[in-house]
């Protein structure tokens, strides 16, 4: 799957890496998709949330790198999903290798209270894709359904498009 | 939307610690420092109400656990009291559902 | 007084010329403005109001040049006050040439469907600056009132700050 | 914020239009396109009750203004229900309070 996005750019924006800065990334995203798109209210939640893991990853990702660098939240929309990437100017990182979570049954479970971002956003969205190099990140997150079509397509689009 | 944080003792031996707001990366470490500071305290039956929290992520999450361990470390215990979809899907997906007592009223959390 | 912002840049607001997406720039200004300000829940109204006015004629600017171009909204925040930047890429104007209204009296006070948002925008924000060229246009306003200080600050700013 | 428009022919010969949500140049057109239509179809009192209304700019403020001038034009008027401080306000400042006729309830509007 190509890494470029399906659709249109509408709304870009900039905010500096400071953790009270996430809320407003939270809302425009989720602003968006209800006004604009007819996502179901749980899928809005879903969205939001993994927006908010990916934006608290970027601000630590500019901050390990000691860069005063913006997080860049981008939509793009297409009549059939929505996309959004967040964007940092951290160092990088290979997603393939992140550590799995023990089984919840595992009393090391209790461990980790950390490393739930990526297996959060990963169960949230339609599609989840990292493009990450040592002079930043950029993190795709689509949600399909579109304007008009409500949730009934997500779940048809959702079985279409194969996942990798 | 600013955390709101009420501790309500009560309801003795247990302590109620009212959550209501967004619990992010932003507003999780004032949670962190409050549960820091109720154990230090020495409160050790601990149920952190949070049925009025409109958005939880991993972060939240985090200092949840990070609370549970420490409770238990010192012999204590902390439950839950959340109905929220929203939020209980976050226990679910992260495998946390089975880690947390969690009620559906402070009632039930306080009689478990 | 200086046509920059007297504070850091904080958040950027990129959105396309369409009339839905007015409500996004409102949103995100109110939330800067709830979240890491501390301005009163009527001033607020105030500036969501005073941006909705600038985001509308930014959009009829980029629509009455032909152009696809973006809305662009900059927030810059200093201790003592909020900066709000609406710009376009039309092809400018003459702020003083603009008609004044007839008296509230006035029969003729009917047929002004129309030139209400500059006047509106003027009795709103604490401070009001224009920055048009052919190339585009820049509508500057400011708030009054920081982070700590609430609105007692506001009223005297606005009393020692003079107004041209 | 989807506007919500609700006409309710229920108080002869008022013709009352319920306006909800935000009132901005995204929106408006959807309130002056039920206007002209409530005009052509032979409506003439009309009552615009804007007490659900969380936002209105000049965009909207012009709509109810051309509904005014539709209306007197064709020996009708429009009148406003409204006490929200943040709606009046606009109102005043544009100096249409002395415009419209506007009233606390819809009662207080069907008397006049
Ligand atoms: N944008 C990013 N830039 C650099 N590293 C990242 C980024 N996102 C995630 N990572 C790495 O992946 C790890 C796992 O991320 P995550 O699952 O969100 O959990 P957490 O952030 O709580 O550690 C992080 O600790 C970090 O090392
Ligand atoms: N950003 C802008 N670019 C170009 N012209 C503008 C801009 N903003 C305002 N104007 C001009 O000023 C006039 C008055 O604006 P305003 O008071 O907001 O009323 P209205 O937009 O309803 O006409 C507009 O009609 C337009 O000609």
Known sequence: MALVAAGTKSVELSVPS??????????????????????????????????????????EANRKAGLDAP????????????????????????????????????????????????????????DLRFESTPQGTKVWMTMFGGPDSGDATTEIVRTVVERD | MELGLHVDTSNPPFTVIVVRG????????????????????????LIADLEGVEFLDSTGLGVLVGGLKRLRSNDGDLSLV?????VLKVFDITGLTGVFRISSTLEDALAG
């Open chain 1, 71 to 126: 997080v860049i939240a981008s939509c793009w929309e297409a009549p059939e999903r929505l996309e959004v990437c967040i964007a940092d100017s951290g160092t990088g990182f290979e997603p393939s290798t992140l550590s799995a979570h023990p089984e919840v049954s595992d009393p090391e479970r209790l461990n980790f209270e950390r490393g739930l971002g990526i297996p959060l956003i990963r169960s949230l969205v339609d």
């Open chain 2, 22 to 45: 967004e619990l992010d990366v932003y507003s999780a470490p004032r949670l962190r420092e409050a549960l820091v500071e109720l154990v230090s305290e020495g409160h050790r039956k």
């Open chain 1, 18 to 59: 400071r953790s009270e800065y996430v809320a407003v990334v939270r809302l425009v995203v989720a602003s968006l998709a209800t006004g604009t798109r007819n996502l179901a209210a749980d899928r809005i939640d879903d969205l939001k949330l993994a927006v908010s893991e990916a934006c608290t990853n970027a601000i």
């Open chain 2, 82 to 86: 959340c109905t929220q979809a929203r």
